[in-house]
């Protein structure tokens, strides 16, 4: 998943380390969960993490400023297995 994480130091000498899971709009496996399941219907609000193939991750990682964010997209729907729990 892409994600971006961070430690800072407060005055008081105090660390705070924080981390944040970046999202994209669902693909259709996501969005058919979202959309006609009414237990959980808004749940994910049309929204799923950016998953990363292994190329993107790369690029993600030690790419050019402009390339992470051309990784950023729903996942392939193919590749997307769904759990109901």
């Keep these: 998943m892409a994600g ?3 430690v800072s130091i407060k005055e008081d000498g105090t660390r705070v ?3 944040l899971v970046i ?3 669902a ?6 969960i979202d959309g006609t399941d009414t237990k959980t ?3 994910h609000d049309g929204r799923m993490p950016a998953i990363l ?5 790369e690029a993600w990682r ?9 990784c950023l997209k ?8 769904a759990h109901r729990g």
């Excluded at 193939?53 to 991750?57: H, I, K």
């Excluded at 790419?63 to 964010?69: F, K, M, T, V, Y």
């Design 62 to 70: 030690y790419g050019s400023p402009a390339e992470p964010a051309a």
């Design 53 to 57: 193939t292994r190329a993107a991750q």
């Design 17 to 19: 380390e924080t981390c």
């Design 27 to 32: 693909n259709k496996v996501m969005d058919v």
């Design 74 to 81: 729903p996942y392939h729907d193919g590749l997307t297995i």
């Design 4 to 6: 971006l994480w961070d």
């Design 41 to 43: 219907a808004g749940t």
């Design 23 to 25: 999202t994209v709009k």
